[in-house]
């Protein structure tokens, strides 16, 4: 045995000088008859040693010549944020081996940041930054872990007693409602469906899909968030189970409430419409309906300036469920890290995934199924919720079936918090009807004294 691999090493050895040698001669008939006759011995030479890549793109052009708009096409993010990310991340994202680091922290918040913003194919960004797509995939991990881990604490926190009283303030500057914390609503996010208990995941809107459930303040920043629901459950359901909500039942933040669209039940804690259409509704209930809806434009454009800026959770993302919470913790709080550094959305980016979507079509890279109406109903949505103004408000789900049916079982179980919740909705929206009738009076009023002078 021994003598066997030593007449292996001696023969390799030997086929490698010889070629050398013969290289420096000038023999190119020689060298290929000696391959020859090595490659019918059983020995061949590796073709290629490495693939060749792109290198230095983010030094020589994200980082170096591009101008701060070009960079933000790229990343989503200004340089500062970028400065600022690699800072706070870097002693957490550092790998370093026996002789170098293996891949520069810039690099790997680029890659992540690019993933994150585009939701491109690992691939495609892997050709772009010179490496493999499996090192963009535990770069965009790891990344995102270390973003839930450091970042999260800081810039999603549950707001303090005086920071309450803040928020209603603010609130209650828009339109008069008092006590309002938090806009709610939920979003789906369109997800792989895992192997067992996937019809769970099949939503309303005809793809798999896990429900985001996210409270915003008057800015748009969200304070708190829950992920992962099945996408088949219902707005309120999901609610019902999660701390913020288990929370406005047992009392814990009274008096103040949160304010909701009709997928909501009428509770003395959450600010709702009254159900019904513009026919069917008297002039203080449709007042009370566009104010609210006027007040609650937050949290709509919320989510769309969130999937509109992290593309990788408007359309389907390619990686299994376990991984998507750190994903969409990550674009949660990269938003609010843009919202504190007054950092706007472009709407060429929503135009952009348009124009994406329509050739992957014309491609055949993409076909008529669960991905494509996901990818479809992302674009709408982000679309409707960016577009979204205090003057044109969202119109309510009253039409759907689905939601209403299900609110009318759930009042049925609570009469007692639906009385008192519908006087409480009544008497403030009787008071803003009255006050908006003396505004329309004062006005009246002086037009004709104008007149008359």
């Known amino acids: 045995m021994l003598l066997g691999l030593y007449m292996f090493l001696y023969m390799l050895v030997k086929h490698v000088v010889d070629i050398q040698a013969l290289i420096l001669q000038g023999e190119w008939e020689k060298i290929a008859i000696l391959s020859l006759f090595y490659e019918s011995m059983g020995y061949r030479e590796r073709s290629i040693w490495s693939q060749e890549r792109m290198i230095g793109f983010v030094d020589r052009l994200l980082l170096g010549s591009w101008t701060e708009n070009e960079f933000r096409k790229r990343t989503r993010v200004t340089h500062n944020t970028f400065r600022f990310l690699c800072e706070r991340l870097g002693p957490y994202l550092k790998k370093k081996t026996q002789f170098k680091v293996t891949v520069p922290v810039q690099d790997r918040i680029a890659m992540s940041l690019h993933r994150l913003g585009s939701g491109d194919g690992l691939q495609t960004i892997g050709d772009l930054y010179g490496v493999h797509k499996s090192t963009i995939s535990i770069v965009v991990r790891e990344f995102c872990r270390a973003v839930r881990k450091h970042l999260q604490p800081v810039f999603v926190q549950t707001p303090s007693e005086s920071q309450f009283r803040v928020l209603a303030s603010r609130f209650e500057k828009l339109h008069g409602i008092p006590y309002i914390i938090g806009a709610i609503d939920g979003s789906h996010i369109p997800v792989l469906a895992p192997v067992i208990g996937g019809q769970d995941y099949y939503c309303r ?28 459950l219902h707005d309120w359901s999901v609610f019902q189970v999660t701390k913020i909500g288990r929370g406005c039942i047992e009392g814990k933040f009274q008096p103040y409430k949160l304010i909701g669209d009709a997928a909501y039940p009428v509770r003395p804690w959450m600010y709702c419409p009254f159900k019904g259409g513009k026919t069917t509704l008297c002039g203080k209930e449709a007042n009370w309906n566009f104010i609210q809806s006027s007040t609650r434009m937050c949290v709509e454009r919320a989510f769309g300036i969130l999937k509109g ?27 609010n890290l843009c919202i504190v550094n007054k950092e706007g959305i472009e709407e060429d980016w929503i135009v952009e995934a348009e124009n994406k979507l329509s050739r992957r079509i014309d491609e055949g890279g993409i076909r ?73 009076s004062n006005i009246v009023d002086s037009d004709s004294d104008s007149e008359i002078e």
């Not at 809107?205 to 800015?219: E, N, T």
């Not at 748009?220 to 088949?232: I, L, P, R």
């Not at 800026?309 to 913790?329: G, N, T």
């Not at 992302?378 to 309510?396: F, N, Q, S």
């Open 205 to 232: 809107k005809s793809f798999h899909s896990a429900i985001l459930q996210g409270i915003v303040g008057p800015d748009c920043m969200f304070w708190d968030y829950e992920f992962g629901w099945a996408g088949s």
């Open 309 to 335: 800026r992290w593309r990788v959770i408007m359309k389907r993302c390619e990686v299994p469920l376990r991984s998507m919470p750190d994903i969409v913790a990550t674009c949660i709080v990269l938003h």
């Open 368 to 440: 008529e199924g669960s991905e494509l109406r996901g990818e479809r109903a992302g674009i709408a949505e982000v679309k409707r919720r960016m577009l979204a103004t205090e003057d044109a408000p969202i119109a309510d789900e009253v039409n759907d079936k689905e939601t209403k049916n299900f609110l009318l079982k759930e009042n049925e179980k609570a009469d007692d918090l639906l009385r008192e919740a519908t006087m409480m909705h009544e008497l403030l929206a009787e008071s803003l009807w009255q006050y908006k009738l003396r505004q329309k």
